[in-house]
């Protein structure tokens, strides 16, 4: 079983729909999550990065954190056509320059 | 440059070559990590350096797989003999600094790799 869990989708919806997308997982020394967006044919690029348990808010873009049950989730309001790309949830478990484990990642399509 | 750059960015090698793949990373980034992407997963973490030092090499898959920085900038990542199961997009990302505070990683467009 991996450490990181999420739904590979693919995932469509039409343009201005609340998304949701999640991830769980196993190993409760995670305490740093972040959410990457990754583009075909390119490099990641981070979206939200949180720390412990709680909610963040960055324009149209919502992270939560629920240690006690392993669980993060990644809301997008007000979903446009640009969003369209492959969602990545990523963890570490320290401070400072650590490697990051990944889920599988989620491929949201949002239709005009 | 503005961002981490790679080189070559689609490498097509025959099954036994030896492939050297190239990051260059934001100027001044002291961390510097390799992923491995197979296709329709999540990256996988390979190596990680604080300038020059390798401080960890566990998610290198064989030692075929060998990763250098020697002057604490362009980083390497070589893999000899390749096989078919090495065929997966080869991530570099950077960070500023080695300690302290969680550090975003910029990734680079990755290098693609396919092994026939």
């Known amino acids: 079983q991996k450490e990181v869990e999420q739904d590979p989708g693919p995932l469509s919806v039409p343009e201005g729909a609340i998304v949701s997308l999640n991830c769980t997982y196993s190993?409760?020394?995670?305490?740093?999550f972040m959410w990457y967006r990754q583009y075909s044919r390119k490099g990641p690029e981070l979206l939200m990065y949180?720390?412990?348990?709680g909610n963040k808010e960055d324009g149209r873009f919502t992270a939560q954190v629920d240690k006690s049950s392993k669980y993060i989730s990644l809301f997008i309001r007000d979903s446009q056509p640009s969003d369209s790309a492959t969602y990545l949830c990523?963890?570490?478990?320290?401070?400072?320059?650590?490697?990051?484990?990944f889920g599988q990642g989620t491929r949201l399509t949002i239709n005009p | 440059g503005a961002g981490v750059s790679q080189s070559p960015r689609y490498k097509v090698a025959k099954r036994g070559q030896d492939v050297a793949l190239r990051c260059d990373p934001i100027?001044?980034?002291?961390?510097l990590f390799w992923y491995q992407q197979a296709l329709g997963q999540g990256p996988e973490f390979l190596t990680y350096?604080?300038?020059?030092?390798?401080?960890?090499k566990s998610g290198l898959p064989s030692d075929r797989f060998f990763a250098e920085r020697p002057e604490g900038s362009v980083s390497t990542l070589k893999i000899q003999r390749t096989q078919q199961e090495d065929s997966a997009v080869y991530l570099c990302?950077?960070?500023?600094?080695?300690?302290?505070?969680?550090?975003?990683?910029?990734f680079g467009p990755g290098t693609r790799l396919t092994v026939l």
């Open positions: 350096f604080q300038n020059e030092a390798q401080l960890d």
């Open positions: 100027s001044g980034h002291v961390s």
């Open positions: 190993n409760s020394a995670f305490q740093y």
């Open positions: 990302a950077s960070s500023y600094s080695g300690t302290g505070r969680v550090h975003e990683q910029f």
């Open positions: 990523a963890m570490s478990a320290r401070r400072g320059a650590q490697k990051l484990v």
């Open positions: 949180t720390y412990s348990s």
